[in-house]
């Protein structure tokens, strides 16, 4: 074994290190832009948060249907409230 072959086994080693290391920056870009998508993505986004307040919604049905209901009668109430006033108002 020559000293050119060492050097060259070097050189071998380090740019297989270089073609690791761009792969994995390449993968680490594409996994950054893919978020970049996805969070300017605002259908989905949008599907996310109903999807996520459903699923509040249902749990709370499950679990404590009064506070829904409690809820809807407030609510009820305040338009009612806010539709009476208006008319009076005028």
Excluded: C
């Excluded at 792969?23 to 996805?38: F, H």
């Excluded at 969070?39 to 989905?44: D, G, H, Q, T």
């Amino acid at each position: 074994m020559t000293g050119d072959d060492s050097n060259l086994s070097h050189k071998e080693r380090q740019l297989g290190e270089l073609r690791s290391d761009i792969e994995s920056t390449r993968e680490k870009l594409a996994a950054t832009l893919d978020a970049i998508e996805d969070k300017l993505n605002v259908p989905r986004q949008a599907q996310r948060l109903y999807d996520r307040g459903r699923e509040v919604f249902d749990t709370t049905m499950k679990e404590n249907p009064v506070v829904v209901y409690a809820t809807a009668g407030a609510v009820a109430l305040g338009a009612a409230s806010l539709v009476v006033w208006r008319i009076v108002r005028r």
